[in-house]
Each structure stands twice: as structure tokens, then as C-alpha cells.
């Protein structure tokens, strides 16, 4: 998959690709990073890239010249390429949307915007604007790096196996259990009996309610009403018995969870 970001600063693009599982993608040849800079477009002798903004107002704005120009020969290297621009207004980056582009496979274009952001007009060469979050960061080169990133883990062949991704929080459409490695016993804090003892029936029911009450409490929003039914004692009738008692199970613990958290709090 081809990744090409325009952007004022490639070295921050270049930098941050030369390391770890990305370079690897890289010399696999399963990810190509490129850059455009716009200022090759300008025609002055400063090359400005920006002006002030019309009506007043603090800081510049990308002017639309270099900036088309520069998307107009993103699109002559990647024609299929969907030309995203890094806006704090635009659609918020989830895991669906990363998982959306890469199962399409096209190719992405990161328009990174700087300073006060873009000129109005630039958004007529763009497919998408895209933000990471409700928050505003000097440039769209981490965002932009971002999301090749999160798209990146789906190539087959960059991650050591694709299950891990598919495995994480959000693919799941909860968030990920508690994980451990060795040593068994750190400090005084056990890795739980029932990760060692070979049973993966046990084990993925562990996970899996494990993974269900920490979602239920940090982020019920992922869950369906179904399920927030099902662990508030609402189950269909021809739910199967082993899962009516699976959400028993969570139910109970989740009750006790609490208790012992408000037990704590009065203690303090
Ligand atoms: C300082 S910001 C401009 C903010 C703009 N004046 C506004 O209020 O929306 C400069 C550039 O950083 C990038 N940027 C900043 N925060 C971002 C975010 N949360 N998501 C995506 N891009 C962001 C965008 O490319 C933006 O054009």
C-alpha cells in the first residue's frame, strides 16, 4: 500500500518511518512512504507558502496555488489515491475507518496543513477531511503519520501475525483483556492461575469478560443494547444456557467490583 503525505516538512515524515515495525514494512516492500513538499511549487523568489488571512485574524494560511499543485502531482503518482486532509474539523479517526481503508486497499494522500490551516478553496481537490481528535496540534504531519500507522498494521506481512491487530482493542468492538508476560510473580503481583494452565476454553472465557467489564465500565458506548441488556439481566429467551450463565457470571462480578470500590472510597 502507498502512502504519500504533502507536506512542508518531509524530514518529520522521513524520521518517523525510519524505525521499527514501519521500516520494516518498508523494506518488505509492503508500504511505500513518499513526500510532496508544496514549496517546490511556488514562483517566487521566497517561496511562500502562505498569506494572511482575508477579513483579519491571527496567524497564516496555506495559500491554494502550491498546495493544488502539489495535489495534482500526488494524483499523476497515485491516480486511485484518496486524497485525505488533515483538518481538527473533519470525520474523528476511529478504528473502523482504519480498518475501512485498509480492507479497500487504496492508496492514501495526506494533505497536512500548518499554521492556521488551509485555504477554503483547497477542500474542492480533497475526497475527505479527517481529524485524530477534539484537540489542535501545530501540524497535520502526526495525525497524517498517525493513521498510516494504525492502516499499516492491517497489510498483511507488517505485523509478525495479522490476529494480533485483529485481536486489539476496538477490532473487537470492546477493549482488549489484560495481558501478561513472565516473571509469573512481580513483586508480589501474580499473573492469574487460570493463563497457565494450558486450558484455552477457560482461558478465552477469561478474556473475553475480562475484555467485556472493562468496556462496560471505561466505554459502554462500544457496546451494543443488545449486550448492555444482557449484562443488566435483560437476556432473550433463547439465549444459550452456558451464555445466560457467562453474563450471570458478569453481572455477579461486576456487582462485587463495585462493592469493593465503594468499600475502598469509604475507607479513604
Ligand atoms: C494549528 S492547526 C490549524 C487549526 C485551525 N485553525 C482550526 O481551528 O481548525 C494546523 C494544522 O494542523 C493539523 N491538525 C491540527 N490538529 C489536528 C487534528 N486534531 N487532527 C488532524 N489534523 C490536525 C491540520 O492539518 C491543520 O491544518
Known amino acids: 500500500?502507498?502512502?504519500?503525505?504533502?507536506?512542508?516538512?518531509?524530514?518529520?515524515?522521513?524520521?518517523?518511518?525510519?524505525?521499527?515495525?514501519?521500516?520494516?514494512?518498508?523494506?518488505?516492500?509492503?508500504?511505500?512512504?513518499?513526500?510532496?513538499?508544496?514549496?517546490?511549487?511556488?514562483?517566487d523568489k521566497h517561496r511562500t507558502v502562505d498569506d494572511t488571512p482575508f477579513g483579519g485574524g491571527a496567524g497564516m494560511v496555506l495559500k491554494p496555488e502550491p498546495m493544488v499543485a502539489a495535489i495534482r502531482k500526488a494524483k499523476e503518482q497515485l491516480p486511485d489515491g484518496r486524497v485525505i486532509a488533515m483538518c481538527p474539523g473533519g470525520r474523528t479517526l476511529k478504528q473502523s475507518i482504519v480498518e475501512e481503508y485498509a480492507h479497500s486497499g487504496q492508496d492514501l494522500i495526506f494533505v497536512c496543513g500548518h499554521y492556521?490551516?488551509?485555504?477554503?478553496?483547497?477542500?474542492?481537490?480533497?475526497?475527505?477531511?479527517?481529524?485524530?481528535?477534539?484537540?489542535?496540534?501545530?501540524?497535520?504531519?502526526m495525525p497524517a503519520l498517525i493513521i498510516m500507522d494504525a492502516v499499516s498494521r492491517f497489510i498483511p506481512g507488517v505485523l509478525g501475525?495479522?490476529?494480533?491487530?485483529?485481536?486489539?482493542?476496538?477490532?473487537?468492538?470492546?477493549?482488549?483483556?489484560?495481558?501478561y508476560t513472565r516473571p509469573v510473580d512481580f513483586e508480589g503481583l501474580v499473573v492469574p492461575e487460570v493463563l497457565r494452565n494450558g486450558n484455552h476454553a477457560l482461558i478465552n472465557r477469561w478474556r473475553r469478560k475480562k475484555s467485556l467489564k472493562a468496556t462496560y465500565i471505561?466505554?459502554?458506548?462500544?457496546?451494543?443494547?443488545?449486550?448492555?441488556?444482557?449484562?443488566?439481566?435483560?437476556?432473550?429467551?433463547?439465549?444459550?444456557?452456558?451464555?445466560?450463565?457467562?453474563?450471570?457470571?458478569?453481572?455477579?462480578?461486576?456487582?462485587?467490583?463495585?462493592?469493593?470500590?465503594?468499600?475502598?472510597?469509604?475507607?479513604?
Open 218 to 268: 471505561l466505554r459502554p458506548d462500544l457496546l451494543s443494547q443488545e449486550v448492555l441488556d444482557a449484562i443488566h439481566g435483560k437476556v432473550p429467551r433463547d439465549m444459550k444456557k452456558d451464555e445466560k450463565k457467562f453474563y450471570a457470571e458478569v453481572r455477579e462480578e461486576l456487582a462485587q467490583e463495585a462493592l469493593e470500590a465503594q468499600e475502598d472510597n469509604e475507607g479513604e
Open 161 to 179: 501475525k495479522l490476529a494480533s491487530a485483529e485481536e486489539d482493542s476496538f477490532s473487537t468492538g470492546m477493549l482488549e483483556y489484560p495481558q
Open 116 to 141: 492556521e490551516g488551509f485555504d477554503e478553496r483547497i477542500f474542492n481537490w480533497v475526497d475527505e477531511k479527517l481529524s485524530i481528535g477534539d484537540y489542535v496540534l501545530t501540524g497535520g504531519e
Open 1 to 43: 500500500m502507498r502512502f504519500l503525505f504533502i507536506t512542508l516538512f518531509p524530514e518529520q515524515i522521513e524520521q518517523a518511518v525510519s524505525h521499527s515495525i514501519i521500516k520494516r514494512g518498508i523494506d518488505k516492500g509492503l508500504i511505500e512512504v513518499s513526500c510532496i513538499n508544496p514549496r517546490e511549487f511556488t514562483t
